[in-house]
Nanobody
Framework: QVQLVESGGGLVQAGGSLRLSCAASGRTGNHYKMGWFRQAPGKERDTVSAISWNGGITYYADSVKGRFTISRDNAKNTVYLEMNSLKPEDTAVYYC???????????????WGQGTQVTVSS
């Protein structure tokens, strides 16, 4: 199993930046592919971004393209989500998750963190 812990969320003004981190522990040697997801109150959980094991493949939702950047440091078992030009509609709980097969689908991820709140004020 893999345990995931997110950090870096908080309150920021529109136009600001945040950097989320997701630290993995446990069976990290299985070359998990990682994703970032978000869920706003009353809405479904959506895929924000995903990254392959070596970082060669990345995916971004249209709503975050050009503003968010996903990256990973396998030596530190950590995945990052750099979020710039934040908008109020980015407000949500952000989750990281792990899967053995690269996917952009929420239901294909097996292991999830507890989430970190991101609030963007206007």
């Amino acid at each position: 199993q893999v345990q995931l812990v997110e950090s870096g969320g908080g309150l920021v003004q529109a136009g600001g930046s945040l950097r989320l981190s997701c630290a993995a522990s446990g069976r990290t040697g299985n070359h998990y592919k990682m994703g970032w997801f978000r869920q706003a109150p009353g809405k479904e959980r959506d895929t924000v971004s995903a990254i392959s094991w070596n970082g060669g493949i990345t995916y971004y939702a249209d709503s975050v393209k050009g503003r968010f950047t996903i990256s990973r440091d396998n030596a530190k078992n950590t995945v990052y989500l750099e979020m710039n030009s934040l908008k109020p509609e980015d407000t949500a709980v952000y989750y990281c998750a792990a899967t053995l097969v690269f996917s952009t689908r929420v239901d294909r991820y097996e292991y999830w963190g507890q989430g970190t709140q991101v609030t963007v004020s206007s």
